[in-house]
């Protein structure tokens, strides 16, 4: 598959390299150059800098023709702006966009857009730790 | 009206004054401590700390009888998604955003923004009205309508001049409504009325058919 990802942070960075690793085209986007190093040496695919809501730098990405597009850096607006960007205007299969504010991303999960929130992933999976129960 | 205002900066802030001298409620919501404080020196308790993205504060400041939500922040996502959440979660009747980067106006339309603001753009087009030289200049936009008023000089060297309006193949959807010339008073033309060079015309067009209309007043 041919996987565009917005953001090289550290969760950025090490889902490129797994995707890399499985086989796939991995485009990375990043304003910050130097996040780039985060990439491991051996990185197949391509780093660009550029920002995901700058439709000029989505096109120099190729989001034209991926499968995925991934909006991962950390301001949960940009990361929305980018995904809505990336489905409405470039009509791409399959935009996925965290959303650290877990209201928010039902609202904009309501919207059309597949959201996925870490903070609540997170908080479910910490009391599933400690009592043993998840969701609830 | 209860008027929300999204960001206190220099926009925000004037934005905010303008709209309590008329008479309307206003509350303008602002991320920064010290600036809430300096706008609450200024204009009253009008300002409040808070992030306008957040849907417990919009709750707080009761976004859900607000009749305007207003985003003025200096980046365009959080303007886009403040009046996204205000429309969708609050129903608020109009939302107005302050686009900062022209090439978002495109999304902010898509998604249902009801006013967005190019304010980039809207400064060119102010330009554009003092450069005598520009082929054609935007006097007015109605975007509900589809329509611009624009202004067209005719070049010397133009095919149109000597031709009457009725020979001239405009494009569709335009209308001339008046034409001011160097010789002559300004006057409201008939199809019968003969182009001169260096006439301004004004005329009420389609903005896509911008392109076609210079190119048959002006073309050679």
Not at chain 1, 18 to 47: C, I, N, Q, W
Not at chain 2, 28 to 53: H, P, W, Y
Not at chain 2, 106 to 118: E, H, S, Y
């Amino acid at each position: 598959m041919k996987i565009l990802i917005m953001g090289c942070g550290r969760v950025g960075a090490k889902l490129a390299e797994l995707l890399d690793k499985a086989g796939h085209k991995v485009t990375m986007l990043d304003t910050d150059e130097y996040s780039f190093r985060r990439l491991p040496g051996d990185f197949g695919g391509t780093a660009l800098v550029g920002s995901g809501t700058d439709q000029e730098a989505l096109k120099k990405a190729g989001i034209g023709d991926v499968d995925v597009f991934l909006t991962l850096t950390q301001g949960d607006n940009r990361n929305i702006m980018a995904a809505q960007i990336a489905r409405h205007i470039f009509n791409v299969k399959r935009v996925i966009c965290r959303i650290y504010d877990p209201r928010r991303k039902e609202l904009f999960g309501e919207l059309g857009i597949e959201t996925i929130s870490p903070t609540t992933i997170f908080a479910h999976m910490l009391k599933e730790k400690i009592t043993g129960t998840g969701q609830g | 009206m209860y008027i929300i205002v999204i960001g206190g900066g220099k926009v925000g802030f004037s934005l905010t004054k303008a709209l309590l001298d008329e008479g309307h409620e206003v509350v303008v919501l602002e991320k920064d401590q010290a600036r809430t404080d300096f706008i609450s020196g200024e204009l009253g308790s009008v300002a409040i700390r808070g992030d306008g993205c957040e849907l417990n504060t919009l709750s707080e400041v009761g976004t859900g009888r607000a009749d305007m939500f207003v985003a003025v922040t200096g980046d365009d996502e959080d303007n886009l998604v403040s009046c996204q959440i205000a429309k969708h979660r609050f129903n608020v009747p109009v939302t107005v955003a302050r686009i900062n980067d022209p090439n978002n106006e495109t999304i902010f339309k898509l998604l249902g923004i009801d006013v967005p603001i190019n304010s980039t753009m809207e400064i060119l087009e102010h330009i554009e009205q003092r450069v005598p030289t520009h082929p054609l200049t935007h006097l007015l936009t109605l975007k509900e309508e589809g329509v611009e008023i624009v202004e067209v000089r005719i070049p010397p060297t133009a095919s149109a001049v000597g031709k009457a309006i009725k020979d001239i193949a405009l494009p569709e959807g335009t209308t001339i409504g008046l034409i001011i010339g160097k010789k002559h008073k300004p006057y409201l033309p008939t199809p019968n009325s003969v182009l001169e060079a260096d006439d301004q015309v004004i005329a009420a067009t389609p903005p896509e058919r911008e392109a076609a209309l210079r190119t048959a007043l002006r073309g050679k």
